[in-house]
């Protein structure tokens, strides 16, 4: 039987020295019993998976508003692909692929709705007040926001875990990370998860693009990765098709994930990386790019900001976002009890700001453009 003793016991003879290790886990925060069939980060990942947060990343932008068709990545199906895509680096590194899953599932659980937009929005909201991050946001969700559980607030879920989450992207600003030793590099794990986030939103974000005629073969034939892969594919590149346009981005995608485990694979040779205390204690992230394929990227990445992010017909989301954010915001904080119970409990603990911003930054992209109806809309009393 495979209980959690044996899981450990597996993880102890399998995993690289490097690797977290369940068995190791320097706990919660309230000390409970641990599950007899999962390891502690599986349970962290179970916990994650059940919030009510989880389930409204489905209604919630990547790029294209969920209402602009069903073939566009959601807020969901980006966590999805980023937990799978870290699931493979981990397992090829030999470090723990259940905490790099934990962490990717966790990363955005903070966002708002209409995406980068909304965060934007919000930030700007709170200004004065503490402003709006939504790697703070998902911290906020995992250990406040979240009520499951009668003796704690949020999901109780492990050191190493939120370890993950505060040092997401290197937020090393973050108030929260005093808790969780400052001067060490995030495991593997983590830095697993982030990199595999900016993977993921690099490739599918391209897809989707090209699926919406925003962005169009032409206008892609100058970049590096887009000439490498046409080449190598056969295609033309000025008049790739919908079928060849999968292939080419599924090539590019295992691309990008073979040069991060090849290149991290060699940098943990390169720098006597032989413990998990070795990782902790170096001086820059160890899980990372060929210089070759970062200057590839990062020309990927800035193509996409200029002509997909930066869009008109984006910019105009952008418009609508703000108006809406911006009218609930301010029509709460003038009259609170027009809010939910729960969102009005929290202003006496957090403050009326804060609990505003809470309630906007938990609401799925379609939930704020009914609120905004039911609120401004003179047709509608209910």
Same mark, same amino acid.
């Given at each position: 039987?495979?209980?959690?003793?044996?899981?450990?016991?597996?993880? @102890? #003879?399998?995993?690289?020295?490097?690797?977290?290790?369940?068995?190791?886990?320097?706990? @919660?925060?309230?000390? +409970?019993?641990?599950?007899?069939?999962?390891?502690? =980060?599986?349970?962290? &990942?179970?916990?994650?998976?059940?919030?009510?947060?989880?389930?409204?990343? +489905?209604?919630?932008?990547?790029? =294209?508003?969920?209402?602009?068709?069903?073939?566009?990545?959601?807020?969901?199906?980006?966590? #999805?692909?980023?937990?799978?895509?870290?699931?493979?680096?981990?397992?090829?590194?030999?470090?723990?692929?259940?905490?790099?899953?934990?962490?990717?599932?966790? *990363?955005?659980?903070?966002?708002?709705?209409?995406?980068?937009?909304?965060? &934007? $929005?919000?930030?700007?909201?709170?200004?004065?007040?503490?402003?709006?991050?939504?790697?703070?946001?998902?911290?906020?969700?995992?250990?406040? #926001?979240? !009520?499951?559980?009668?003796?704690?607030?949020?999901?109780?879920?492990?050191?190493?875990?939120?370890?993950?989450?505060?040092?997401? +992207?290197?937020?090393?600003?973050?108030?929260?990370?005093?808790?969780?030793?400052?001067?060490?590099?995030?495991?593997?794990?983590?830095?697993?998860?982030?990199?595999?986030?900016?993977?993921?939103?690099?490739?599918?974000?391209?897809?989707?693009?090209? @699926?919406?005629?925003?962005?169009?073969?032409?206008?892609?034939?100058?970049?590096?990765?887009?000439?490498?892969?046409?080449?190598?594919?056969?295609?033309?590149?000025?008049?790739?098709?919908? /079928?060849?346009?999968?292939?080419?981005?599924?090539?590019?995608?295992?691309?990008?994930?073979?040069?991060?485990?090849?290149?991290?694979?060699?940098?943990?040779?390169?720098?006597?990386?032989?413990?998990?205390?070795?990782? &902790?204690?170096?001086?820059?992230?160890?899980?990372?790019?060929?210089?070759?394929?970062?200057?590839?990227?990062?020309?990927?990445?800035?193509? #996409?900001?200029?002509?997909?992010?930066? *869009?008109?017909?984006? +910019?105009?989301?952008?418009? !609508?976002?703000?108006? $809406?954010?911006?009218?609930? /915001?301010?029509?709460? =904080?003038?009259?609170?009890?027009?809010?939910?119970?729960?969102?009005?409990?929290?202003?006496?603990?957090?403050?009326?700001?804060?609990?505003?911003?809470?309630?906007?930054?938990?609401?799925?992209?379609? /939930?704020?453009?009914?609120?905004?109806?039911?609120?401004?809309?003179?047709?509608?009393?209910?």
């Amino acid at each position: 039987m495979f209980d959690r003793a044996k899981l450990e016991e597996n993880e @102890r #003879l399998t995993l690289a020295p490097y690797a977290v290790l369940s068995s190791e886990s320097k706990g @919660r925060l309230h000390p +409970e019993e641990e599950s007899a069939y999962r390891t502690v =980060f599986q349970k962290d &990942r179970d916990r994650v998976i059940h919030t009510g947060a989880f389930r409204r990343l +489905e209604y919630k932008t990547q790029v =294209f508003v969920n209402t602009e068709g069903d073939h566009y990545r959601t807020r969901l199906t980006h966590t #999805l692909e980023v937990a799978q895509v870290a699931k493979t680096i981990a397992r090829a590194l030999g470090v723990n692929e259940d905490l790099a899953e934990t962490v990717a599932l966790a *990363h955005d659980l903070g966002h708002p709705p209409f995406g980068h937009a909304g965060e &934007r $929005i919000l930030n700007e909201l709170m200004r004065g007040s503490g402003g709006f991050d939504h790697n703070k946001q998902s911290f906020r969700v995992v250990t406040k #926001l979240e !009520k499951r559980y009668a003796d704690w607030d949020g999901l109780n879920l492990a050191w190493e875990t939120l370890e993950g989450m505060v040092k997401h +992207e290197t937020e090393s600003d973050l108030i929260e990370i005093q808790a969780f030793e400052p001067t060490w590099i995030a495991s593997l794990e983590a830095q697993i998860a982030n990199i595999a986030d900016e993977t993921a939103y690099n490739t599918h974000d391209l897809d989707d693009g090209l @699926r919406s005629g925003l962005l169009t073969d032409e206008m892609l034939l100058e970049l590096k990765v887009w000439q490498r892969f046409t080449s190598e594919l056969g295609f033309t590149p000025s008049r790739v098709s919908e /079928f060849e346009r999968r292939v080419l981005i599924r090539e590019l995608l295992g691309w990008v994930i073979t040069d991060i485990i090849t290149t991290t694979d060699a940098a943990l040779t390169k720098h006597n990386i032989s413990s998990l205390s070795d990782v &902790r204690r170096a001086k820059s992230t160890v899980v990372c790019h060929s210089d070759a394929a970062m200057l590839e990227l990062k020309e990927l990445k800035s193509f #996409l900001y200029v002509n997909l992010y930066r *869009h008109y017909r984006k +910019e105009r989301q952008v418009h !609508k976002a703000e108006h $809406i954010l911006s009218a609930l /915001f301010d029509a709460f =904080f003038k009259r609170p009890t027009m809010m939910p119970e729960g969102a009005r409990a929290r202003v006496e603990l957090v403050g009326l700001e804060r609990a505003v911003c809470d309630y906007l930054a938990g609401m799925t992209d379609r /939930f704020a453009m009914d609120e905004h109806s039911r609120l401004f809309d003179p047709h509608q009393w209910t």
